[in-house]
């Protein structure tokens, strides 16, 4: 089947952009059945904004005491009360251990 460029309007900014043969062409072997809704510019703005400027999404920490060591330590989870917080070598330690 071959594709021929199309021109699409961005659902975020209304303006003009081409979906190319290739792309579609890249669409169809992903098995994506939809057209792009965003041009390029667009797209990267959503992604930059979903994944945050440090290239990972940001985690909120919590800061915890580790029970093995008592060295300080944040933690992505919020600790709870009688349940032990390790900071990351004792918690690899005790991992390689079992």
């Known amino acids: ?42 797209r990267q703005a959503r992604k930059t904004e979903r994944v945050g400027s440090g290239g990972m999404k940001q985690r909120q920490m919590y800061p915890a005491t580790c029970a093995e060591c008592g060295k300080d330590t944040e933690v992505p989870f919020e600790p709870r009360e009688g349940r032990p917080v390790y900071c990351s070598d004792c918690f690899s330690k005790m991992r390689t251990n079992r």
Do not use: I, V
């Not at 303006?15 to 965003?38: C, I, V, W």
């Open 1 to 42: 089947m071959a594709f021929q460029d199309k021109q699409l309007t961005c659902a975020d900014c209304g303006a003009q952009f081409t979906f190319s043969a290739a792309e579609q062409e890249f669409f169809q072997s992903k098995g994506y059945t939809n057209e792009p809704k965003r041009c390029p510019t667009c």
